[in-house]
């Protein structure tokens, strides 16, 4: 089954998301890809939504932030704009206060994530919002923190207001949160659009590129179980699995009942809730690090 893409760009309020988004559309097109953008604003009207080509499938998500109060929204849209396009990917521009992990969760409803593959979380910084961030409130600052460390690819925007020894100092304090990632220094957000997708790679690298891909950063992971589970065995599960795992969600059965579950587990917390309807048993793993071929061996000893 073809997998649709999904690109997510995050960064802080005025970073350069919008401009971001421009530039690629426009790569995007002349590759003839077939494209749908999701675009998030906290208010009741949107500002931006103007440089979405016209032919470009657009789903606006208003008055709320797609990783909390919206984030059922998102689901919907997702899943009507794969049911009613035939997609190569979709651009998710998130506002600029959302959480990338949240942004991640809100993409990947059981009902359709094997559907979607998460190529990359893009974060975007602004220069001297970066400079200046000892002026945010605490909450500010971590979030801003937190979005270049979840990050696949950081674009360090509008440097061409910095010193050498700025951009050096720039560089040196983003790399030490996020050693993995893709850093670029960009000005007005233009990058080659190669470079920030993902996994187009020849072969000699194949490899070495899969092996990142499922074993560092924020990650999706996602499986379909064939015959009900020991709840026991699936709660020790829980207990032995590693913290890395930040969100479970999805529909499961257990072997002493004939019900469905929806599960969702959270900040440790897992909770169980009946679900009149038989759901195909799929749950979704999100988390660093994650070990997809560990995972899957773990998850088929459960089964019955």
Same mark, same amino acid.
């Given at each position: 089954?073809? $997998?649709?893409?999904?690109?997510?760009?995050?960064?802080?309020?005025?970073?350069?998301?919008?401009?971001?988004?421009?530039?690629? *559309?426009?790569?995007?097109?002349?590759?003839?890809?077939? =494209?749908?953008?999701? %675009?998030?604003? +906290?208010?009741?009207?949107?500002?931006?939504?103007?440089?979405?080509?016209?032919?470009?499938?657009?789903?606006?998500? &208003?008055?709320?932030?797609?990783?909390?109060?919206?984030?059922?929204?998102?689901?919907?849209?997702?899943?009507? %704009? &794969?049911?009613?396009?035939?997609?190569?990917?979709?651009?998710?521009?998130?506002?600029?206060?959302?959480?990338?992990?949240?942004?991640?969760?809100?993409?990947?409803?059981?009902?359709?994530?094997?559907? &979607?593959?998460?190529?990359?979380?893009? !974060?975007?910084?602004?220069?001297?919002?970066? #400079?200046?961030?000892?002026?945010?409130?605490?909450?500010?600052?971590?979030?801003?923190?937190? #979005?270049?460390?979840?990050?696949?690819?950081? &674009?360090?925007?509008? =440097?061409?207001?910095?010193?050498?020894?700025?951009?050096?100092?720039? =560089?040196?304090?983003?790399?030490?949160?996020?050693?993995?990632?893709?850093?670029?220094?960009?000005?007005?957000?233009?990058?080659?659009?190669?470079?920030?997708?993902?996994?187009?790679?020849?072969?000699?690298?194949?490899?070495?590129?899969?092996?990142? @891909?499922?074993?560092? @950063? *924020?990650?999706?992971?996602? @499986? !379909?179980?064939?015959?009900?589970?020991? +709840?026991?065995?699936?709660?020790?599960?829980?207990?032995?699995?590693?913290?890395?795992?930040?969100?479970?969600?999805? /529909?499961?059965?257990?072997?002493?009942?004939?019900?469905?579950?929806?599960? #969702?587990?959270? /900040?440790?917390?897992?909770?169980?809730?009946?679900?009149? %309807?038989?759901?195909?048993?799929?749950?979704?793993?999100?988390?660093?690090?994650?070990?997809?071929?560990?995972? $899957?061996?773990?998850?088929?000893? +459960?089964?019955?």
């Amino acid at each position: 089954m073809k $997998q649709v893409e999904v690109y997510i760009l995050s960064g802080f309020l005025g970073a350069g998301k919008t401009t971001l988004l421009q530039n690629i *559309l426009s790569e995007e097109q002349l590759n003839n890809r077939k =494209i749908a953008v999701i %675009m998030n604003e +906290l208010g009741e009207v949107s500002i931006d939504s103007d440089v979405v080509p016209e032919e470009t499938p657009l789903k606006e998500l &208003l008055n709320g932030c797609v990783c909390c109060t919206i984030q059922g929204q998102l689901e919907v849209q997702l899943e009507n %704009m &794969l049911r009613e396009y035939d997609l190569d990917a979709i651009y998710i521009e998130t506002t600029g206060v959302a959480h990338p992990i949240e942004v991640l969760d809100a993409c990947l409803s059981p009902l359709f994530a094997d559907q &979607l593959e998460v190529k990359a979380i893009i !974060t975007i910084v602004d220069a001297k919002r970066w #400079q200046d961030r000892a002026s945010l409130s605490i909450q500010l600052r971590k979030l801003l923190m937190e #979005q270049v460390e979840h990050a696949d690819v950081v &674009l360090l925007n509008k =440097i061409d207001s910095l010193s050498e020894n700025e951009k050096a100092m720039f =560089i040196s304090e983003t790399q030490s949160l996020n050693p993995i990632g893709k850093l670029f220094m960009t000005e007005f957000a233009r990058i080659p659009l190669s470079s920030i997708q993902l996994n187009k790679i020849n072969k000699k690298h194949q490899h070495n590129e899969a092996h990142v @891909h499922n074993h560092l @950063h *924020l990650r999706s992971y996602v @499986h !379909t179980f064939s015959n009900p589970v020991d +709840l026991e065995m699936f709660e020790q599960f829980l207990r032995e699995m590693p913290d890395t795992i930040f969100r479970i969600k999805g /529909y499961i059965r257990f072997s002493h009942s004939k019900e469905s579950f929806l599960f #969702q587990y959270s /900040y440790g917390m897992p909770l169980y809730m009946k679900e009149p %309807m038989n759901r195909k048993q799929t749950l979704v793993f999100i988390g660093e690090n994650l070990d997809h071929s560990m995972l $899957q061996k773990q998850l088929k000893e +459960l089964e019955i």
